[in-house]
């Protein structure tokens, strides 16, 4: 079986593979494009072996053959289309994550007239839960049945700042990593076994 691996950084405006029967990078042939028609930004790709998922600072997806407007996430299932549908779309994705088969966007989100961090495509955009994470979630990571949210965002009376936990149905506090430092901010998450035991990593300023 062929798999491919996609890579992406902040101001790529094509997508690149790489064959793992191959061993060399090769071009998608598929271009992003913002609002005034100039090359713009992918900052996170997810795939689940099926759909590929992918979010920037773009408008359009261009391909060989067609146009396709997009609202900076764009779909990839045999063919390039978008999730917008309902009143709220997301703005600007840092990561994404299929948790308990949907899937999630972390982030600097919008619905409404409010920020959100975290919002899950349920037929159409929706936050996660009432009291979602403001702004800037940064990292999603599924650990212990449990999805973690790191990022910039301010604490609440129901989670610690810049780290969350989703229980499937609301937000929990599960500490700070620093208590009371200005420059919080958790880059990223990983969960992983060292020395035999299966733990969560965190990454970023703190």
């Keep these: ?36 028609w100039t090359p713009d930004g992918i ?28 609202n900076n996430f764009a779909v990839w299932d ?11 779309t997301p703005n600007l994705a840092y990561d994404m994550i299929i948790y308990n088969n949907q899937l999630y966007l972390g982030g600097s989100l919008y619905t409404g007239s409010k920020d959100v961090g975290v919002m899950i495509w349920n037929g159409s955009w929706q936050k996660a839960g ?42 929990e506090n599960v500490g700070q990593l620093r208590h009371g430092a200005a420059i919080d901010d958790v880059k ?3 969960a992983g076994k060292i020395n035999g035991k299966y733990k969560l990593f965190a990454g970023g300023n703190f």
């Design 130 to 171: 009432l009291n979602t994470p403001n702004d800037q979630v940064k990292t999603l990571e599924e650990y212990k049945q449990g999805l973690y949210a790191g990022g910039n965002f301010i604490e609440t009376a129901d989670f610690g700042r810049n780290l969350a936990r989703w229980n499937g149905s609301q937000w």
């Design 78 to 88: 045999k063919t390039w289309t978008t999730y917008s549908s309902g009143p709220s």
């Design 1 to 36: 079986m062929k798999h491919s691996i996609f890579i992406c950084f902040f101001l790529l405006i094509s997508l690149f593979g790489i064959s793992q029967n191959e061993g060399q990078w090769f071009p998608v042939n598929v271009r992003f494009y913002s609002s005034a």
């Design 43 to 70: 900052y996170t790709i997810y795939s689940n072996d099926t759909i590929m998922y992918v979010s920037g600072t773009f408008s359009w997806v261009v391909t060989k053959n067609d146009t396709i407007e997009v």
């Design 188 to 190: 990223s998450l990983v």
